[in-house]
């Protein structure tokens, strides 16, 4: 089946430390997509890749960074310097769907950092 | 990217049409309405989308007003399966250029048995 795949799906980290989400697609779609919800909250774009070897930032990039080595590929990295990093994050791609072009998400990834 | 004011919540009993409206006042002509729905926990789910004509799909239908200023998204026999958070979301559908799609904060519907 086609789809996002995001891995874990739950994440524990200590302040202070970097880690990296994962966010895999088979959809063979260039535009990809990192998205931060907060409870309560609609999505916020964090960054986002037209294609290959390109990004760039959404609106709350700050203490974020991403990579886009590979076309199926694009983890985010959130480092220390993110303030308030306990959210949940989605990532998503954007391509040809039944009728029309459409974004579609992955699973997303509860991050909690205590 | 134009704007998209909804209700915050709405209530509807199963079995019954919910009925989910949104405002775009400021869609310009080549953007289209599209609806996005969001489980708890999980990622959103595309649910329709249009342009000017009223669409149906097995999921939903999508009526836009002639003036393209509003639209309703209609799920005719709403299941508890259908509580959500639903996005109303205007843009244009680039090709391979996706952007950005700005999420509001949706309506969050409650179907009740």
């Known amino acids: 089946d086609g789809g996002i795949t995001q891995s874990p799906k739950y994440l524990f980290r200590k302040e202070g430390q970097n880690v990296t989400l994962s966010c895999e697609q088979n959809l063979n779609h260039d535009a990809m997509y990192w998205y931060r919800q907060d409870p309560g909250q609609g999505l916020r774009l964090i960054y986002y890749s037209q294609i290959v070897n390109d990004f760039q930032k959404g609106d709350i990039a700050e203490g974020y960074s991403v990579s886009r080595e590979k076309k199926e590929s694009f983890p985010l990295t959130v480092t220390s310097a993110q303030k308030n990093p306990t959210a949940f994050y989605l990532c998503?791609?954007?391509?040809?769907?039944?009728?029309?072009?459409?974004?579609?998400f992955g699973p997303g990834t509860r991050l909690t950092v205590t | 990217d134009a704007k998209t004011t909804q209700p915050p919540s709405m209530d509807c009993a199963e079995g019954r049409a919910a009925n989910l409206p949104c405002n775009h006042s400021t869609i310009s002509g080549n953007e289209y309405v599209y609806w996005y729905r969001q489980i708890h926990s999980q990622g959103p789910q595309y649910i329709i989308h249009g342009l000017k004509n009223n669409e149906t799909n097995e999921m939903a239908s999508l009526i836009i007003t002639e003036d393209r200023k509003s639209s309703t998204l209609i799920l005719p026999h709403a299941t508890l399966r259908d509580t959500a958070v639903y996005y109303c979301i205007v843009r244009v559908p680039r090709y391979n250029q996706g952007g950005k799609l700005i999420f509001g904060q949706g309506t969050e519907l409650s179907v009740k048995p």
């Open positions: 998503a791609s954007w391509g040809p769907g039944q009728s029309s072009y459409e974004q579609y």
